[in-house]
């Protein structure tokens, strides 16, 4: 079992930019594939970004490609999403999630896959 917490959420204004953190305790880290999700008042939640055990292999919804990087640092037991030229849509409660998966292989962009969640940490852009 693992324990997730997001921190590095708040206020900037539409272009700015944010750094999540996600970090994991109570389990080896390095076993998980780790994904970001969002949800925003009024809808669902919705992936954002995922990366494998390894940090080999990411992957992204295409409303954040070219803006948003996730990386990890299973030393520190901490996934990041670097969050550039944030946009007013970017709104959201930024959730972070892992999942047991195989060490090259790409964590799924359904949040039903995901074993352990964090509490969230809200990101919001001003126009």
């Known amino acids: 079992q693992v324990q997730l917490e997001e921190s590095g959420g708040g206020l900037v204004q539409a272009g700015g930019s944010l750094r999540l953190s996600c970090a994991g305790s109570g389990g080896i880290f390095s076993t998980f594939g780790v994904g970001w999700f969002r949800q925003a008042p009024g809808k669902e939640r919705e992936f954002v970004a995922a990366?494998?055990?390894?940090?080999?292999?990411?992957d992204y919804v295409d409303a954040v490609k070219g803006r948003f990087t996730i990386s990890r640092d299973n030393a520190k037991n901490t996934v990041y999403l670097q969050m550039n030229s944030l946009k007013p849509e970017d709104t959201a409660v930024y959730y972070c999630?892992?999942?047991?998966?195989?060490?090259?292989?790409?964590?799924?962009?359904?949040?039903?896959?995901?074993?352990?969640w964090g509490q969230g940490t809200q990101v919001t852009v001003s126009s």
């Open positions: 999630a892992a999942v047991y998966s195989g060490y090259n292989t790409k964590p799924p962009a359904s949040p039903e896959r995901y074993d352990y």
């Open positions: 990366i494998s055990r390894s940090g080999s292999r990411t």
